[in-house]
């Protein structure tokens, strides 16, 4: 008997829902497996800029490069014809990432597979919106991405897979971003067959040790100089590049792109935190609450971002308080 071909599962029907620049590396593996990606969910055109016109989001104008066909309800929960759209695409799987809109139950029962959703944690640490500012103002010294299916918790899903990386003393967020985003769309691929014939294992999310991390304001990376300098670093880095750290000179703002602490003794004790203790070609040093801190790259209000070295030439620093 001649030897028999190998026996393929067919090409699954996959709804793609996700918006950030986070999800397009995962949209793009999906486009390019044997697997028909039929649509794409993502959030409406939002204002953007100073003009505020409106503007796509990244997931958005990469379907429309690879020709697929775009959903943009503002609300599944209420927008009855979207989740009828959803239905007659009769998808195999739902795929999330950092999609932003919460998917009603109804939609979750509509895949035969389920939802699967691409979380940039470690779960059960740092469910909720930002889970990559977090891992890095906490400290942690890992992080990762974990495969779940999603249910109607907030990240609470069984988990099927997992991958972490190492968290370096220089990482900001955007750094881990790009990161964590290649690292799950290779989670979501290595998994996805076993998603699709059933043998996935999920497990329950163990009870202990969640935690969660909200949704950032602008108003979170407003500099206290009376933290610590370590302390104050995490913030600089993980809200690099958005909102980006701030403080102010002179009532204007300076945004604090990147810095360092400094080892040894403080300033002094006498010091009021957020003055400048010292400043020359290698940075800007200003007393932190504990220990000092060495600006590295600054940007003050009105101008562009610059090395810090070069910024304190052409100002007098020594001796101001930033932040008063």
């Known amino acids: 008997m ?9 090409a699954a029907r996959i709804v793609f829902a996700g918006s950030p620049e986070f999800a397009v590396p995962a949209l793009d593996r999906l486009v390019a497996s044997p697997h028909q990606v039929v649509a794409v969910l993502t959030q409406p055109d939002r204002p953007a800029g100073r003009g505020r ?3 796509a989001s990244p997931v958005k104008s990469r379907a429309l490069a690879h020709g697929l066909q ?44 389920g939802c699967i959703n691409i979380h940039a944690s470690l779960l059960p640490r740092w469910r909720g919106a930002a889970p990559i500012q977090a891992a890095v103002l906490a400290g942690d010294a890992r992080t990762g991405v974990a495969l779940m299916r999603l249910e109607e918790g907030l990240d609470t899903g069984p988990v099927a897979a997992v991958a972490a990386i190492d968290i370096g003393p220089a990482d900001t967020a955007g750094m881990l971003h790009d990161r964590l985003a290649r690292l799950g769309a290779d989670l979501l691929m290595a998994n996805l067959a076993a998603i ?20 950032i304001a602008k108003s979170d990376a407003l500099i206290d100089w009376h933290e610590g300098a370590i302390a104050l670093d995490r913030r600089i880095r993980a809200f690099n590049p958005w909102p ?49 801190l060495r600006l590295l790259s600054v940007q003050l209000s009105g101008r562009q971002r610059m090395d810090a070295g070069v910024f304190a030439r052409s100002a007098r620093l020594d001796g101001r308080v930033l932040g008063a």
Do not use: M, N
């Open 70 to 113: 775009l959903l943009q309800p503002a609300s599944l929960r209420q927008d009855a014809a979207a989740r009828a759209a959803l239905r007659a695409l009769a998808p195999d799987l739902i795929v999330v990432v950092a999609y932003g809109l919460l998917l009603p139950r109804e939609v979750l029962g509509i895949p035969p597979r």
């Open 196 to 215: 699709l014939d059933g043998s996935a294992r999920f497990l329950a999310q163990a009870a202990a040790g969640a935690t969660y991390a909200p949704k």
């Open 244 to 292: 980006v750290a701030q403080t102010h000179l002179d009532g204007v703002q300076l945004r604090c792109w990147l810095a360092q602490p400094l080892p040894g003794a403080a300033g002094g004790e006498r010091v009021v935190p957020g003055t400048v203790v010292a400043s020359g070609p290698e940075g800007i040093d200003v007393q932190a609450g504990d220990g000092l």
């Open 53 to 55: 016109r409106l503007q």
């Open 2 to 10: 001649p030897p028999q071909p190998p026996v393929t599962a067919p």
